[in-house]
C-alpha cells in the first residue's frame, strides 16, 4: 500500500538540488531569533548562519511547534480534493563539545480534512484514512562549505534508516529576511516492493525578531502520488506554516484534534534516550508502512 510520507525530511531539508552561489551573513545582520542563554562550546563557535537556522527551526532549548495548514489538489486540474492540517514539536540539542553534532529531535502529525467543511475527514469513499503521524524524527546538523547539512533518522525495528543529507541547506538574504530553501527529489523503495517519488519544496522565511507578528514561517510544496485510499493518483500539496511558542497558541481546530487524537505530538521526544526506545515500537504512516 502506498502512503504519503508527508514532510519526510521533518521540515528540514535533506538535501536540495544546485543552486547559485550562497550569501555570508554578518554577525551583525542577525537579530531574528530570541536572545539566548546557551553557554556551550559548540553554540559559541557556531557560526551565525547555523544558530539562526537552529534556534528558528527547532528553539533554544524549550519545545516550539510549527502549525501547518493548507490543501491537497488533484494534478492536472487543480481541483481540491482535501484540506491538511498539522503541526510539529521540535526541540534542540547542543553539545558541550566544540565540535559536536547538534542534534534536532521532532515529532509531527498531519491531518486530511474536507475540501468545504474543514473538518478532519476519518472515512472517504468507504476508506479508512487516519493521520500521518512520526512518533519521532532526530536528526544532526553539521556546518560544512558555507553550507548546513542534516542527516535524517527515523524508522523503528529493522527499518531504521539514516537519510544521509547530500547537498545541504542553501541560504540567502533578502533585506532583512533569511531565505532557507531546498528542493528535495525522492525515490527510494517500499516494504510493499513499489517505489515511492515525490518532489518536495521548502522555503523558511526567519525575519528580525518584532518586525512582523510571526517572525517564523515556512512554505512547503510537494508533486507525488496520493494514498490508495485517494485515489491513488497524482496531486499537489501545498502547506504554509508558522512557528508557535505554546499550546495557548494552536489554533483552536488543530488543538482540539491534537488532544482529542493525538496528544503524544504536543511535545517532541524529550532526549534520545526517549528516541531509542521509540526505536523498538511499531511502524506508523509516513514511515512506509
Request: aromatic share 12%; glycine share 10%; net charge negative.
Amino acid at each position: 500500500m502506498r502512503l504519503i510520507p508527508l514532510l519526510i525530511v521533518a521540515f528540514i531539508v535533506l538535501s536540495c538540488g544546485s543552486v547559485n552561489k550562497t550569501s555570508t551573513l554578518k554577525t551583525a545582520e542577525v537579530p531574528t531569533t530570541k536572545s539566548t542563554k546557551n553557554n556551550k562550546a559548540s553554540y559559541k563557535a557556531a557560526p551565525e548562519v547555523l544558530k539562526v537556522w537552529v534556534d528558528g527551526r527547532a528553539g533554544t532549548g524549550e519545545a516550539v511547534h510549527w502549525i501547518a495548514d493548507g490543501g491537497v489538489y488533484e494534478y492536472p486540474s487543480g481541483k481540491k480534493l482535501f484540506g491538511m492540517i498539522g503541526f510539529d514539536s521540535s526541540t534542540s540539542i547542543w553539545p558541550d563539545e566544540k565540535d559536536g553534532e547538534i542534534i534536532h529531535l521532532t515529532r509531527k502529525t498531519f491531518a486530511y480534512t474536507d475540501p468545504i467543511t474543514g473538518e478532519v475527514i476519518k472515512e472517504y469513499n468507504g476508506n479508512k484514512v487516519e493521520p500521518i503521524a512520526y512518533p519521532y524524527q532526530m536528526i544532526t546538523y553539521r556546518f560544512e562549505n558555507d553550507r548546513i547539512y542534516g542527516d535524517v533518522e527515523q524508522g523503528v525495528g529493522d527499518r531504521i534508516q539514516t537519510i544521509k543529507a547530500e547537498d545541504g541547506i542553501p541560504y540567502r538574504k533578502l533585506g532583512s529576511t533569511y531565505i532557507y530553501n531546498a528542493s528535495v527529489f525522492l525515490d527510494f523503495p517500499l516494504p510493499s516492493g513499489g517505489q515511492y517519488q515525490a518532489w518536495e519544496n521548502y522555503d523558511f522565511f526567519f525575519h528580525p525578531e518584532g518586525s512582523v507578528e510571526e517572525p517564523h514561517q515556512m512554505s512547503w510544496a510537494r508533486y507525488g502520488a496520493l494514498p490508495k485510499w485517494a485515489g491513488d493518483g497524482r496531486a499537489i500539496i501545498h502547506l504554509h506554516s508558522w512557528r508557535v511558542e505554546s499550546q495557548d497558541e494552536f489554533p483552536e481546530q488543530i488543538l482540539t484534534w491534537a488532544k482529542a487524537d493525538k496528544p503524544k505530538w504536543l511535545k517532541p521526544p524529550a532526549n534520545v534516550a526517549e528516541v531509542r526506545a521509540l526505536q523498538k515500537g511499531e511502524a506508523g504512516l509516513g514511515w512506509g508502512k
